[in-house]
């Protein structure tokens, strides 16, 4: 079974640092990679997805995420971070089951942004 | 609208009480899917569905909790004898088909539940 562990609970970094959150996931085969953000009292968006070729995807909202396979990593990355910005992200990696596709989230990563 | 919507937004309900939420998935979506999100916690994948037909119920926790799709459209999910430990978000996915795999879902709200 497919796993994700994203090892940072909190995050706070300054308006217009660079962001990086850590995504590691196990899964025995190619698998398909996500990040998505959450904002309080919102549903789920997505930021992107990794299924195959160019490992670097880009995203919306000026996001992007490598996907590293001999670390097992898709880290999720932005040059300048804005106060809208501050959400919670998660990772999940998604695995072809029974003809569909099974979605299996990390914990989040919680972003603050000090201004 | 053009989203997923979820109804109620919040329910309280007492222990033992018997609770149903609601998903409208976006129109046309083949797929939905069902999630539950405790708190400090990613969403936890419950149940899926393929037009009318649950394809996968391997998340559902327990006897408890039931879902159904009559029409391949809305979607109930049922929640028997309520505890305190159902407490969580409960969130509802539906993507345009189910055996794609680079198919995005496309989340709702979500039904915040409250077992007193």
Same mark, same amino acid.
């Given at each position: 079974?497919?796993?994700?562990? $994203?090892?940072?609970?909190?995050?706070?970094?300054?308006?217009? !640092?660079?962001?990086? &959150? /850590? #995504?590691?996931?196990?899964?025995?085969?190619?698998?398909?990679?996500?990040?998505?953000?959450?904002?309080?009292?919102?549903?789920?968006? &997505? &930021?992107?997805?990794?299924?195959?070729?160019?490992?670097?995807?880009?995203?919306?909202?000026?996001? %992007?995420? %490598?996907?590293? /396979?001999? $670390?097992?990593?898709?880290?999720?990355?932005?040059?300048?971070?804005?106060?809208?910005?501050?959400? %919670?992200?998660? #990772?999940?990696?998604? !695995?072809?089951?029974?003809?569909?596709?099974?979605?299996?989230?990390?914990?989040?990563?919680?972003?603050?942004?000090?201004? | 609208?053009?989203?997923?919507?979820?109804?109620?937004?919040?329910?309280?309900?007492?222990?033992?009480?018997?609770?149903?939420?609601?998903?409208?998935?976006?129109? +046309?979506?083949?797929?939905?899917?069902?999630?539950?999100?405790?708190? +400090?916690?990613?969403?936890?994948?419950?149940?899926?569905?393929?037009?009318?037909? =649950?394809?996968?119920?391997? +998340?559902?926790?327990?006897?408890?909790?039931?879902?159904?799709?009559?029409?391949?459209?809305?979607?109930? *999910?049922?929640?028997?004898?309520?505890?305190?430990?159902?407490? =969580?978000?409960?969130?509802? =996915?539906?993507? *345009?088909?189910?055996?794609?795999?680079?198919?995005?879902?496309?989340?709702?709200? +979500?039904?915040?539940?409250?077992?007193?």
């Amino acid at each position: 079974a497919q796993s994700v562990t $994203q090892p940072d609970i909190h995050i706070t970094v300054s308006e217009g !640092a660079s962001l990086e &959150l /850590r #995504c590691n996931y196990s899964y025995g085969a190619t698998p398909y990679l996500f990040w998505y953000v959450q904002s309080p009292g919102q549903g789920l968006q &997505l &930021l992107l997805k990794y299924f195959s070729g160019d490992t670097l995807v880009q995203g919306i909202k000026g996001f %992007e995420a %490598e996907f590293k /396979r001999s $670390q097992s990593s898709f880290n999720l990355r932005k040059p300048s971070v804005h106060w809208s910005d501050a959400a %919670e992200y998660f #990772c999940a990696v998604g !695995a072809k089951t029974g003809g569909y596709q099974k979605v299996t989230f990390g914990t989040g990563t919680k972003l603050q942004v000090i201004p | 609208g053009a989203g997923v919507s979820q109804t109620p937004s919040n329910k309280v309900t007492e222990k033992g009480k018997y609770v149903e939420l609601r998903c409208d998935p976006i129109s +046309g979506h083949t797929a939905l899917y069902w999630y539950r999100q405790s708190l +400090g916690q990613g969403p936890e994948f419950l149940i899926y569905f393929q037009g009318t037909g =649950a394809a996968d119920d391997s +998340g559902l926790p327990n006897d408890r909790f039931f879902a159904v799709r009559p029409e391949g459209s809305v979607s109930t *999910l049922k929640i028997q004898r309520t505890e305190r430990g159902d407490s =969580a978000v409960y969130l509802c =996915a539906s993507s *345009l088909y189910g055996t794609s795999g680079d198919n995005e879902q496309f989340f709702g709200p +979500g039904t915040r539940l409250t077992v007193l």
